[in-house]
């Protein structure tokens, strides 16, 4: 079944508790802070059911149509598959979007190409795959929380100076499920999806057993509360002033349990805390997930560019040689993140049988390039700015007052271009590079998969060192000492 | 004469014409928009004023007593007590303020040192050493609009296409001064100043003698509009959530002159391209300017390096050995800047006589490092926020709510600090880092004197290149061709 | 034909002239500085030419069976082939040999699935064909001089000052041929390799139209010298102390023509400055030549990955969470420019029909990427390594010694390894990352490709810039000016 | 006293015992390995005792002239005069020497200002003053090896494994000194100089008591060997083609010692892990020593600015705008280190009374500075230099024959220079940039003062870190939770 994107906002107005500050919002479709994200996801579910994108957005599987992001791929061309429609996803908002509906459906996807990573006991494997066929079948938008609150992480902290742990956990068992309470971070996408996955992707300690539940909730959950972080669209006077906040602000929210009840049937994981965060890893989930992030930033990779060279020529300096050389660097960039998701494809893993990977290394070798240079990127576009955007209105208000108006357009025209479509880029520039919006994704996209530790270890991990020592060892083992030295073994057992 | 900050904020309700969007500004002293950072300038001129820092703040001269950056150095002590002088005041704002009152009134002092800089007739000295005695004499704050507009750089493009050339110039002469007219960027603190000095601190071609004028003119000269960017001080809930904005967004203003009258004895500089540009760099000028700009990082960097490590302490990293790492290196950035500021002093020219100024070289390279490597300083304390900045609540208004209050004391309290003071050490470091008062800060440390290339051609033009070339010319000197091998004289002879 | 290594050193005993300093070098594959070298090439033809590699490094076409390089490729799987035999033999030498045999003869292959970008009659398509099937039958090993000497870019600079342009150039046409003369830079190879490829890779003026000769010579042609560089194997005390020195120093040499004669079969373009460097651009050839380099500088990559790993090992330094940092970070640059490579197969492009050619822009993408950091990536090396290089003894001539080997045994050894171990591995490191032959990759690899502008200009150029352009207005085209607002057209009509 | 250099050179022959591989060296004044050097280090001595820089050189005190790098400052000019000194020295071998006789004397100057850091028992405070004294009269130049072998670090590796810990320790005490035994790292200069000071100044294990021996030893000390690593000397082909390894290779050696008696008298610190380090920081002792590295470093970047210079007037380069940016940029460089050497000069510290000693927090900025980023100033030079450096011939012996002397007269000359000048300077900067000699130097200064953790602790320990968390705090102090809302303490108690 595929969703259209006014059926989705449909089950958006489900009762669920919402706070911006101490206001509670009523429907995150109409307050004027949400409403333009809600919209844009909304056209994601329309271009998804779209007929004339049937074949590129989805695919058939026991009888219905899927949403393609819900592939098992079997081959290659299954991947590329995938990437295309994560990338159709990812233009729509110009890759704002992190957690488009896309990104834990793959991770869940992942999953349940190796359901037998969810080891039992504890591990739920039947439940991973029904809940899989679930969210495939009803087009549900799944997002996740899955990090303790920051400085939360070290329960002894909290012991010791006998404070409540906040992070969240199972306080009890009952016998139609568990019950959950406490605070996980970040719900990004939250207030537009349908259900919320709960897990660790941080390693836990063995001990932290009852931190180690996994589990998916709708997002009305009764004793759940979502406490938003501020809104980038309230602040924005106008879609002109502020386009990206106004459209793409995925809002990202603290999750705050009290007591809430999960039903057996949507545990996946309990009380097995190196379990709660091996599933991701030993199964493609990890992989598959973000596979999505590497493919939805190329698309902003793709609008930077287009904004570096559009700035470029609104200031006439795409006329010197040495912006032009900044030009080709932008494009070497957005090159790379390209090859990269297309390597992953090339060198796909035949795993686990009989389905297949996406590239680990490189995938990781992706999200290492991504979170360490994001700032980098930016910054170029700033260089490009210079102080063309402080020379700008405040607002498109100016357009109200005649005498103004007439001023702003004799005197803000250039050669290149006429006063408001040179405002309108610069606002444009300015959402991407200088607002609070701006200043979100630049927070976002170096922490997207943690601190830089967290994604070398995975980049460590896949490594097969053996293999790279030997090349040491091989070159190593074809010249020696020369022939008239003595050997060390020989002298050391003297 | 010190003037007190009441009687400073009195000069700005002096009918000035500003606008914000299509809103017309009454009263910047009092509109929400602009009322926190008119009281920081208040402030500062009570600092200034205030008996119990006579000595550092001020001097005494020509019968009066006067800011003590108006003092023409004549020893390496003086020296030291304007960087005294700038460091105060630079740090009642953090640094936040690059145009405080002792940013312009250093430029004009450094050339009322070398008023022969002002070469007539087309330079006029004599107005100038007037203009230095009427702003010290009278505590004047005078900022400056030096920039052309973006893009209007190049005249030729715009009478190609047949659209007036937005540039500030001279339209014509009249017996009791200049008329001007035109656009010039960017008036960073006019909102809250007496004066405005015009000027060109960029290259003129030789035939742009219309746009050589440097004069200065009242904030309130009639035909004179101030177009303000958007201000940041507007979108912030309140103090609590947005201190910096809150008080120290100094504004950016485009200034547009409809047919400004400017008497002949405020014009300094007239008709001629080159000296326009001159006057800063053939005196101490440019250099007594770009020192307070120095010493004005140097706060800004001292409330980084405070934000890092109270960050660390808030979330727990600072017991991670690679954090301290993190942070003794934040901290050698911060002495880096110190020692350059320290270092002018001590290595300071004597020139011109009987004066002397800062070494040269050593400010601009602090000005190359302070603009090369801001977003990359920002960056760190944007690494060591992590997610913690999106984990609070939207604002401090869930401490209305008496649930909302006690759920966030109780969850989002640590073993490190209780909620609130939690949240507002991330409230104010995502105003350092993430919000748009911290992205116009990112944008505007880039640009402070330019694009990088103009910072190391000063760079270039202060450095004796005879001098480093014959210290290769001389290692060379000491050796030779052995003396067995013919000299290329003679090969190339026959 | 698959020539045996040791054919191959047989047609470099041809008497060829080749100097250092003063030496003239009777016979390259016997002499102390670059025997070494000569056998690895051997090596390479061995392995092409080995039974059991078969169907890796070779093909067959026209009734013959060649070297996989010269295959010009029609298929994705073809594009693969070409990458696999250009990774075997990149790692026979772990990156160091830049120009392999596979080098130039992808440029030619490049240039021969577009003859008609040699567009006559200034180009000559059929020679070049010629030649493709020459070399291809041959098994011949070509290498090029492309660049002109540095500084003598500018020939207005001599002819100021009457000194003879030395760059090569036509200096006059005779019936069976042309006559060059001058010199040319840098026949990278030219002492182990057959022929000489003559051209222009950088941009000529229009008017340096004898400058534009394109074509081949043989290293042994009558009047061509070859003045090498210094050789960096001449230093090594001995294999086990300068390893990559003494095996792989791929040499560097100016080419100096004195009136050498080339038949006009062996022209492909004379006379057409603009076509001289077309031909490169506008076939798939500098694409199917930096393609290899990739290719060859991730097997340098693996190299160093495995050094890493092994001198971390060694230290014990592998046990710090920082350094398994280091180590994660450096394996996912070792996985980047896999997935350059990968990516350019996967996003292969079908030009030109009826052959398919590896994504331009990814291929460009990986070249910035492999010039920009090469120096970083060895600083890695450098870092990992700490002072263990200065504490080896000066050369393993210590076991030479009785006491000596004795100390050296005892004291040098630790848990990790034995002394003379541990020195070789050091002494490997050190060859990578800080003895001379280290010092000219490090100069190599900055410029392999020229400087860095010619890169991105590379990159700017096969940008599709309006698609970029495009994705900005598509975007601004969905919203305007707030409805009640004025459009600037009409007020710029008033 | 004041020795010449032919004084120094003298008791350089001494019977000390050198080994280079397995070559005893009889005379290191006379060795084509290290006689270059050696004839530095006498050069040094001659401008010490040169009449004409006596007050810039020497100082008197307790009625004997000394070198000025004996002087215990008491005033801010004291400082001047200790950093001019050390900037002629520096001079003298363009920062090549790092351990130049006035740096190991400036540690031990620096602990004789404070010599009751050397507490007692394990101290021995007037051994201290006395050895001082000692160097000072007789103007000893001392060197020092006071880092343990690398991977040694660890002794209970050692242990678990069975092998004798190699460190170097107290094996045994006698009636008149202490017998030490073992190696020790890395005695830099040792050659050349007449004493070893052997301490720690990386941290000790409390119970490494054997290991904190810290005394001195003469060169030539019974039971002593000095292993030098590869001399760069060795590898010139003449002063002409590697000018810089020729004169200024200061030389590294293993310190291995076979039961080396020390009289008590040269004891500083037994048998106290935590005090031999200690009396580095707890006295101005690190200070001086890291200041004399700050000044030479910089004298290093002047050599390096004007190759910069030099080499882009040689390729004409300095006529292209982006590259004299780079000058420019180089220039600011340069400034900075000379803005650091003045800042602790102008920002000194009055501590320990009676004397004054350099800022420590500027220091140790410059310290970082000089380590982090030597690579990359280098690399800028690798840039400039281009291809260059290998266009000239192997060595300098082609001037020998006549034929190949005309050739290379003719074709090599540019516009900007003749042949043979060229190619000395790019001979020159290649063994500034590329030669082993500077991959040593690009490993030393890397690692000049330990892994960059150990500078960035030294920052962190001299920090007031109270200070800048004051700062935060008292800006938060200013505002707080609006009036209207609740205080968290009051909901927290309920």
Redesign the interface.
């Known amino acids: 079944m595929l969703r259209s994107g006014k059926e989705h906002l449909e089950t958006l107005r489900d009762g669920r508790r919402v706070?911006?500050?101490?206001?509670q919002i009523d429907d995150v479709t109409r307050h004027p802070a949400f409403r333009g994200a809600a919209e844009t996801v909304a056209a994601i579910y329309d271009m998804k059911a779209d007929p004339a994108l049937r074949d590129v957005m989805s695919y058939e599987e026991d009888g219905g149509r899927h949403s393609i992001y819900f592939l098992r791929a079997k081959t290659r061309e299954d991947l590329?598959r995938r990437m295309e429609g994560h990338r159709r996803i990812a233009e729509l908002t110009?890759g704002m979007f992190g957690r488009s509906p896309d990104h834990v459906a793959s991770f869940v996807t992942g999953m349940a190409m190796k359901p037998d990573a969810l080891v039992p006991p504890c591990g739920r494997p039947d439940n991973l795959v029904a809940y899989y066929r679930h969210i495939r079948d009803n087009d549900i938008y799944t997002v996740y929380a899955v990090?303790p609150?920051?400085?939360?992480r070290?329960p002894e902290?909290?012991q010791?100076?006998n404070?409540?742990v906040?992070t969240l956990r199972v306080v009890r068992e009952e016998d139609d499920g568990v019950v959950i309470a406490?605070?996980k971070?970040?719900a990004t996408g939250a207030l537009y999806a349908n259900d919320i996955w709960i897990g660790n992707v941080l390693p836990l300690a063995p001990d932290q057993k009852k931190e180690a539940i996994t589990c998916a909730i709708p997002c009305n959950a009764p004793g759940l509360?979502l406490?938003?972080?501020?809104?980038m669209a309230l602040?924005a006077?106008?879609?002109?002033?502020s386009?990206l906040a106004?459209r793409y602000d995925e809002s990202?929210s603290?999750l705050?349990c009290d007591d809430v009840k999960v039903p057996w049937e949507r545990v996946f994981v309990h009380d097995d805390a190196l379990l709660s965060r091996d599933i991701y890893i030993k199964s493609p989930s990890h992989c598959f997930g973000n596979h999505q992030s590497n493919v939805r930033y190329w698309s902003k990779m793709?609008?930077l560019?287009?904004?570096c060279?559009?700035v470029a020529?609104?200031?006439?300096a795409d006329q010197v040689?040495?912006v032009?050389?900044?030009?080709?660097?932008m494009?070497?960039?957005e090159?790379?993140i390209?090859?990269?998701?297309?390597?992953?494809?090339?060198?796909f893993e035949s795993w686990p049988a009989p389905y297949v990977c996406f590239?680990r290394?490189?995938m990781?070798?992706?999200l290492?390039?991504c979170t360490q240079n994001y700032?980098m990127f930016i910054?170029e576009l700033?260089?490009l700015?210079?102080?063309?955007?402080?020379?700008?209105?405040?607002?498109?208000?100016?357009?109200?007052?005649?005498e103004?108006?007439?001023?702003?357009?004799?005197?803000?025209?250039?050669?290149?271009g006429?006063?408001?479509?040179r405002m309108?880029?610069f606002k444009?520039a300015?959402d991407m590079?200088?607002?609070?919006f701006?200043?979100?994704h630049?927070?976002y996209e170096?922490?997207y998969a943690g601190?830089?530790?967290i994604?070398?270890?995975?980049?460590?991990?896949?490594?097969d060192?053996n293999a790279?020592?030997?090349?040491?060892?091989d070159?190593?083992a074809t010249?020696?000492?020369?022939a008239?030295?003595?050997?060390?073994?020989k002298?050391?057992a003297?």
């Open positions: 706070f911006v500050g101490s206001e590329q110009y990090v609150p920051q400085a939360a070290n902290f909290y010791r100076q404070i409540p906040p406490g605070m971070m970040l509360t406490w938003a972080r501020k809104p602040d006077k106008s879609e002109f002033d386009p106004w990202d603290m705050l793709r609008l560019l287009g904004l060279s559009k020529n609104a200031t006439g040689p040495a032009r050389e900044t030009l080709g660097k494009a070497a960039l090159s790379t390209a090859g990269l998701v297309h390597g992953q494809i090339n060198a590239n290394r490189i990781y070798a992706g290492e390039w700032s910054d700033r260089t700015c210079g102080g063309g955007v402080f020379q700008m209105p405040a607002d498109i208000s100016v357009m109200e007052n005649d103004l108006a007439a001023q702003f357009s004799t005197f803000w025209q250039t050669p290149q006429d006063a408001i479509t309108k880029l444009l300015w590079a200088g607002s609070e701006a200043g979100r630049l927070q170096k922490f601190a830089s530790f994604i070398r270890n995975h980049s460590f991990r896949e490594t060192w790279f020592n030997k090349l040491v060892d070159l190593m010249y020696d000492v020369p008239n030295k003595k050997k060390p073994g002298v050391a003297e």
